[in-house]
């Protein structure tokens, strides 16, 4: 790729939220080239959830869909990484894994998070079929079922009341989670949800699917979905080499907006689980057509700022480029001279 290529807005991922700010930005027949590596977070769920009009949408579908998007307003995709990122004076400049490099006047950071999950065998194989998190993005599908939730902090037993909507077969392993007070434990009960004693070694599956939670003792309780709750930690990578600082949140770490997801860095925003750890795709891509919007407007004002400050030059009949070429100069040797064009 040529290092001269130069656009509007650069926007670093390809999921929900980057997609839906490249279409708001390219619909105002902005240039924009989208990053995307390739690597969508919720790649192994069957189906995308909650999204008015395509509920259930398997997500790599969704995805190629909005691309068909994008380019048909003219927008540019690249299946690539973006490796760094640094201003160079007025522009931003993106390195990426292919060896080119792109410019462009704004970033948006719509890179994501990464899931860290707790390192027992087995979690990571059946993560997004039967081991799952969230009860609105896949609490439909396990409902009536017998299901686990994994303690490892006082939040889990709020994960367990949230499942225990959804079922009435629900078990607290009690795992690593510390104790959760005499009222906690008195909700559970008051629930019938059961509490096991003992930390998970592993868990059994057959044919893909969860089967059993089997403890340290070689004790096995049979459930057909585990829930857990990883780390979420967005990926900051080019926004700390921008000059940004990550901002810790109890569940992990993210990048910090402000209105319409400006980030710290000028010229930069951010959109989607990057600034928001629970963003589903719904939220991540509203998300990323307000930033998307937000970055345009930011446009539209510095291009109606250099546009009369070249119409000022002009009026005082300097060359608009800041080379002076004489004309602004009365035969007296006076500067000031009349207008080149009246209002």
Known sequence: MSTDQQYDVVVIGGGPAGLSATVTLARSLRSVLVVDAGEPRNAPSTGAHN???REGVPPLELLAAGRREAEGYGAEIRRDLAV???REREVFAVELASGGTVRARRLVLATGLVDE??????????????VLHCPYCHGW??????????????????QALMFRRLSDEITLFRHTMPDPGDDAEEQL??????????TVARLRSADGELRAVVLDDGGEVPVDALVVAPRFLARTELFEQLGGKPSDHPMGAFIATGPMSRTEVPGVWAAGNADDLSAT???????GVFAGAAVNADLVAEDAAEAVRVR???????DPRGAGDGSDVREDGAAGATPLRTP
């Not at 390192?119 to 039967?130: A, F, N, Q, Y």
């Not at 599908?141 to 709020?158: C, D, F, N, Q, W």
């Open 117 to 130: 999950l707790p390192e027992i065998p087995g979690v990571r194989e059946l993560w997004g079929h039967s």
């Open 84 to 86: 760094s990122a640094r």
């Open 141 to 158: 599908e396990v409902r009536g079922r017998r299901i686990g939730v994994l303690a490892t902090s006082p939040m889990s037993i709020h």
């Open 312 to 318: 000022r030059g002009e009026r005082a009949g300097r």
């Open 51 to 53: 999204v008015l009009g």
């Open 281 to 287: 795709v719904a939220g991540a891509a509203g998300a």
């Open 189 to 198: 009960a008051a629930l019938g949800v059961r509490v096991v004693d003992g």
